[in-house]
């Protein structure tokens, strides 16, 4: 048994690495500007100081700058998307057409990309070629719409459709970015049990181990997913059913957790220790989670309790839950929620 990064010492069949010891390392793409790097148009950058600090210390960044690395030079001329007979360019205001060597190169780009086997991607937001949503688009009228994708982006989720993607922008809202953090960690484990061999059993092993994470996303979806593992005969191989299964998982994980959901994994995993403390420290922890719900007190307090609890009466179903654990604890993401 190894003492994991996400908080715990584990003996399960699912990864629960330490991702300091791991042999794949937490590998997050982003747009080279964020890291400080001077790519921009104009010789700068958007060093973003919590990614390159904080989030800096767990995981391997993997830079690319669509526009440097397409050859578009430094510093160059400022492009923007222009809806042009239905298509969308991207061109300089002199008219200069950069869109098929910067699509070209993101082609290319990608493919290296699925390759370093990313655990999530961070775009810079608004650019004509990073920005995922809400990018300018210059219309045939004159006017802008906030409706553009960045090329490279496109291409990007494209064909990396399961791969947690977010903007940096975004990333500044605490719920948006303890959901990202989430569903890398996530992504993570995931890759590494595809390495260790997608199995029937190992998938079951993986919903065993986020089932409290995701019925706190949304109960309803794991009970779909539950159904979905339960009839594999459906599906004409293992490898089809862990497409439909990530599929569901992603769609279940982007759903921000509420209030009310995280105040019932907490009673329900409660309900597993309770029986073993005595009435004053069960009373203490009903209050405690009591106060989450009242927003007296923030997430991470019920789940340190428990994480204790666990441990300490080394209760087998939840220690592996990665609800206690979805990642590390350094983040100290929980401790905002
Ligand atoms: S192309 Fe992307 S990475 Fe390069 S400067 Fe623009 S936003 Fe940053």
Same mark, same amino acid.
């Given at each position: 048994m190894s003492e994991s990064v996400f908080g715990g010492t584990s003996s399960s069949?699912?990864?629960?690495?330490d991702i300091h010891r791991a042999e794949l390392p937490v590998r997050i793409g982003i747009s *080279? &500007?964020?890291?400080?790097?001077?790519?921009?148009?104009?010789?700068g950058h958007k060093r973003d100081d919590y990614l390159v600090d904080v989030v800096g210390r767990y995981v391997e960044w993997v830079p690319v700058c669509p526009e440097v690395e397409a050859g578009m030079g430094m510093p160059r001329e400022t492009v923007q998307l222009t809806r042009v007979d239905g298509d969308i360019r991207m061109l300089t205001k002199?008219?200069?057409?950069?869109t098929d060597v910067v699509d070209w190169f993101a082609r290319q780009r990608v493919q290296t990309l699925e390759q370093a086997r990313l655990s999530g991607y961070i775009l810079k937001s608004r650019?004509? *070629? &990073?920005?995922?949503?809400r990018v300018p688009v210059v219309q045939p009228d004159g006017a802008t719409l906030k409706k553009g994708r960045g090329i490279f982006a496109r291409r990007l989720m494209e064909v990396l459709p399961h791969l947690p993607v977010e903007e940096e922008q975004r990333l500044h809202n605490l719920r948006i970015r303890e959901n990202f953090i989430s569903r890398v960690f996530a992504y993570y484990r995931w890759l590494q049990l595809v390495t260790t061999g997608l199995t029937r059993e190992s998938l079951m092993g993986y919903h065993r181990a986020y089932k409290y994470l995701l019925m706190a996303h949304s109960q309803e979806g794991t009970r779909r997913l539950g159904r979905l593992l339960a009839k594999?005969?459906?599906?004409?191989?293992t490898q089809a059913l862990a497409n439909a299964y990530l599929d569901e998982f992603n769609s279940v994980m982007k759903r921000t957790p509420s209030r009310r959901n995280h105040t019932n994994v907490l009673q329900h995993m409660a309900g597993y220790v309770s029986d073993r403390l005595d009435s004053r420290t069960r009373r203490e922890l009903t209050r405690m989670i009591q106060n989450y719900r009242e927003e007296?007190?923030?997430?991470?307090v019920p789940v340190v309790m428990l994480r204790h609890y666990v441990r300490e009466f080394d209760i087998a179903y939840l220690k592996d839950q990665t609800y206690l654990h979805p990642f590390p604890g350094e983040l100290m993401l929980l401790n905002q929620l």
């Amino acid at each position: 048994m190894s003492e994991s990064v996400f908080g715990g010492t584990s003996s399960s069949e699912i990864p629960l690495l330490d991702i300091h010891r791991a042999e794949l390392p937490v590998r997050i793409g982003i747009s *080279s &500007c964020l890291l400080g790097e001077r790519v921009r148009y104009d010789g700068g950058h958007k060093r973003d100081d919590y990614l390159v600090d904080v989030v800096g210390r767990y995981v391997e960044w993997v830079p690319v700058c669509p526009e440097v690395e397409a050859g578009m030079g430094m510093p160059r001329e400022t492009v923007q998307l222009t809806r042009v007979d239905g298509d969308i360019r991207m061109l300089t205001k002199a008219g200069v057409d950069h869109t098929d060597v910067v699509d070209w190169f993101a082609r290319q780009r990608v493919q290296t990309l699925e390759q370093a086997r990313l655990s999530g991607y961070i775009l810079k937001s608004r650019s004509p *070629s &990073c920005g995922k949503e809400r990018v300018p688009v210059v219309q045939p009228d004159g006017a802008t719409l906030k409706k553009g994708r960045g090329i490279f982006a496109r291409r990007l989720m494209e064909v990396l459709p399961h791969l947690p993607v977010e903007e940096e922008q975004r990333l500044h809202n605490l719920r948006i970015r303890e959901n990202f953090i989430s569903r890398v960690f996530a992504y993570y484990r995931w890759l590494q049990l595809v390495t260790t061999g997608l199995t029937r059993e190992s998938l079951m092993g993986y919903h065993r181990a986020y089932k409290y994470l995701l019925m706190a996303h949304s109960q309803e979806g794991t009970r779909r997913l539950g159904r979905l593992l339960a009839k594999p005969e459906r599906f004409a191989t293992t490898q089809a059913l862990a497409n439909a299964y990530l599929d569901e998982f992603n769609s279940v994980m982007k759903r921000t957790p509420s209030r009310r959901n995280h105040t019932n994994v907490l009673q329900h995993m409660a309900g597993y220790v309770s029986d073993r403390l005595d009435s004053r420290t069960r009373r203490e922890l009903t209050r405690m989670i009591q106060n989450y719900r009242e927003e007296l007190l923030p997430l991470i307090v019920p789940v340190v309790m428990l994480r204790h609890y666990v441990r300490e009466f080394d209760i087998a179903y939840l220690k592996d839950q990665t609800y206690l654990h979805p990642f590390p604890g350094e983040l100290m993401l929980l401790n905002q929620l």
